[in-house]
């Protein structure tokens, strides 16, 4: 992971200090130390300091910290009996719901390593993280949706336990009663076996775990899996203190947080990186309160934030425009925001002014990406903040923009490069791809694979991305996993799969398709193949057939020419539209 590094000095200002350094928000100290801490430290300290104070509000039913430390000890206790220690590898396959969090640090006081699975993954897909992962336990709960994918792992031996929660008892009264009567088909037909750990067994023993000795800096906390900077999915290995850092680093670059006053809409997936870490984790290590709903659906969010008056809210900018343009927004109280935070797409300028204007909060763009835990810039709450920038880099986050074609120079100031950072938030590697992980380090720096270039005032701003990812309304989509599906079906010869423009997601998957010669096949058609192979945010919402692809000089399908075009296309029916 060494290499050299040409002795070019990054544009700094008065003093020798960095241009970012020069406009760091006040209160913030760059340099502060950041404590060595297991993750679950987070936790624990809170329930310490907030016992009492409301930490989950899920659909009505709400728990104190206190309640979930007492449970978490519990669940902990119970996963060590069942064979969890050091290093296993336990799989989260949960909507937000209060199990989720329960479980995610369960596992790590256990002294096990969790693993995130996307609940609208494929059987598939599934089964290839379990494998590579070496994920033998998995959490679920007792629905239709989701149990009988992660039956079909137990039967295939590819998993050997499932540790299943009931859904109904997260519900608050009287829906805990009612769900099993009124929605019997939404619940599983479970055979409770030697294979299955049911919720109630592990948390009827033992009060507390045994404590287990975990170095923070190199046992794995979770397993995050993500397409890096080369579309093909890993796991990012991000230690105890990844994620502890980052949570912290979170914390202290937002000083007007009221510490245990605060509340925060809990929408975004919590398997999904930036939720774990900006809203659970983050929310956590402030003593905030965390008003959870299992999926985000518009009006039920409008509705959580004009009854409970949440102050704090992180999204990624397709919800934000969602709640923008909704045609009965007046009849939504949406004042009680104080503060916004944005991420996992660029957040067009139009949206922010839209959205402040309607709540009166400071709703401000942050970047990140898995493998650094991922927050590692963001728009200061708290000072200058500049609208279509990412921001500054965290306290104890360093940036450089290396040199597009000889990475081992750094850029001078206003040119662009590719943004690299270091910091302690930034993972350990791939797991079990040291190949990958040595292609995307230079020395201790992490290469993001995104284009950017840092103003005069040392606030960095995004222009391209090396990657071929699709980013869908703050999702990560691998083309060369959708293409790979669509090459399943007997009558394709060639794809290609590219993201297109999208007003509301940012980019949309599009498949461009050659049949072989006497073959047919229709959209409809190839849509019906491909459920059971992609998860609906992979599904290709346009498709194009053609009789050629563009390709290399070697032969190789092609990308850029297709981008091109779309990009064309896009920019030619928005002129039309004035």
């Known amino acids: 992971m060494s290499e050299a590094v040409s002795a070019v000095t990054p544009a700094t200002g008065p003093q020798g200090l960095e241009l970012w350094q020069i406009n760091y928000p006040k209160d913030v100290d760059h340099s502060a130390p950041l404590p060595l801490a297991p993750l679950y430290a987070l936790l624990d300290e809170s329930v310490a300091t907030y016992a009492k104070?409301?930490?989950?509000?899920?659909?009505?039913?709400?728990?104190?910290?206190g309640e979930i430390g007492a449970l978490v000890d519990r669940v902990a206790a119970g996963l060590q009996r069942e064979g969890v220690g050091r290093g296993t590898k336990v799989g989260l396959f949960l909507p937000n719901c209060p199990y989720y969090t329960i479980f995610f640090f369960a596992i790590l006081k256990a002294g096990g390593t969790v693993v995130n699975f996307n609940p609208l993954y494929a059987e598939k897909e599934l089964e290839k993280q379990a494998l590579d992962s070496d994920t033998k336990m998995m959490v679920t709960l007792d629905l239709a949706v989701l149990y009988p994918k992660i039956k079909l792992l137990l039967d295939q031996g590819v998993l050997k336990q499932a540790v299943i929660c009931p859904f109904a008892e997260a519900l608050p009264f009287p829906k805990n009663f009612l769900f099993p009567l009124?929605?019997?088909?939404?619940?599983?037909?479970?055979?409770?076996?030697?294979?299955h750990i049911a919720y109630r067994t592990l948390i009827g023993g033992a009060a507390k775990p045994q404590p287990v000795a975990l170095d923070p800096k190199r046992d794995i906390a979770v397993l995050q899996y993500t397409g890096g900077t080369t579309g093909i999915p890993k796991g990012a290995m991000l230690s105890h203190y990844n994620l502890y850092s980052n949570a912290i680093q979170a914390v202290r670059w937002f000083p007007g947080m009221r510490h245990g006053q605060e509340s925060v809409v809990g929408v975004l997936p919590f398997f999904h990186v930036f939720a774990m870490t900006a809203i659970q984790n983050l929310a956590i290590a402030s003593g905030t309160e965390i008003m959870m709903l299992p999926r985000f659906?518009?009006?039920?969010?409008?509705?959580?934030?004009?009854?409970k008056k949440p102050t704090l809210m992180a999204g990624v900018p397709t919800i934000y425009t969602a709640m923008n343009n909704h045609k009965e927004l007046a009849k939504y109280d949406l004042r009680s925001l104080r503060?916004?935070?944005?991420?996992?797409?660029?957040?067009?300028?139009?949206?922010?002014?839209?959205f402040e204007e309607l709540t009166g909060c400071i709703l401000v763009e942050g970047y990140g990406l898995t493998e650094a835990s991922p927050i590692t810039f963001c728009n200061p709450l708290d000072g200058r903040v500049k609208a279509?920038?990412?921001g500054l880099p965290l306290t104890g986050t360093w940036p450089e923009l290396r040199d597009l074609e000889d990475p081992t120079k750094i850029?001078?100031?206003?040119?662009?490069?590719?943004?690299?950072?270091?910091?302690?938030?930034?993972?350990?590697?791939?797991?079990?791809?040291?190949?990958?992980?040595?292609?995307?380090?230079?020395?201790?720096?992490?290469?993001?694979?995104?284009?950017?270039?840092?103003?005069?005032?040392?606030?960095?701003?995004?222009v391209d991305r090396i990657?071929?990812?699709?980013?869908?309304?703050?999702?990560?989509?691998?083309?060369?996993?959708?293409?790979?599906a669509i090459y399943q079906h007997a009558a394709v010869k060639e794809t290609t799969v590219i993201g297109v423009p999208d007003e509301y997601r940012g980019e949309t998957v599009k498949a461009f398709i050659v049949l072989k010669e006497g073959e047919k096949l229709t959209s409809e058609e190839l849509t019906e193949f491909l459920k059971t192979r992609l998860s609906p945010i992979e599904m290709p919402k346009k498709i194009e057939f053609r009789t050629e692809l563009p390709?290399?000089?070697i032969g190789k399908l092609s990308k850029k020419e297709l981008v091109a075009e779309e990009r064309a296309k896009y920019e030619a029916a928005k002129a039309r539209k004035g």
């Not at 503060?339 to 839209?354: D, I, M, R, T, Y």
């Open 53 to 65: 104070r409301p930490m989950i509000d899920f659909l009505g039913k709400k728990y104190t910290y």
């Open 182 to 195: 009124l929605k019997r088909k939404e619940v599983a037909a479970i055979t409770m076996d030697g294979r």
């Open 297 to 307: 659906d518009l009006d039920q969010t409008l509705e959580l934030i004009t009854k």
């Open 339 to 354: 503060f916004g935070l944005s991420g996992g797409a660029p957040l067009p300028v139009e949206v922010k002014q839209k």
């Open 388 to 390: 279509g920038s990412i």
């Open 411 to 462: 850029v001078p100031r206003g040119e662009k490069g590719e943004l690299c950072v270091k910091g302690p938030q930034v993972m350990l590697g791939y797991w079990k791809r040291p190949e990958e992980t040595e292609k995307v380090f230079l020395g201790e720096f992490l290469r993001t694979g995104d284009v950017g270039y840092m103003d005069e005032e040392g606030f960095v701003h995004l």
């Open 467 to 484: 990657k071929d990812v699709v980013l869908c309304g703050g999702y990560n989509v691998y083309p060369r996993v959708v293409e790979e």
């Open 551 to 553: 390709k290399t000089m």
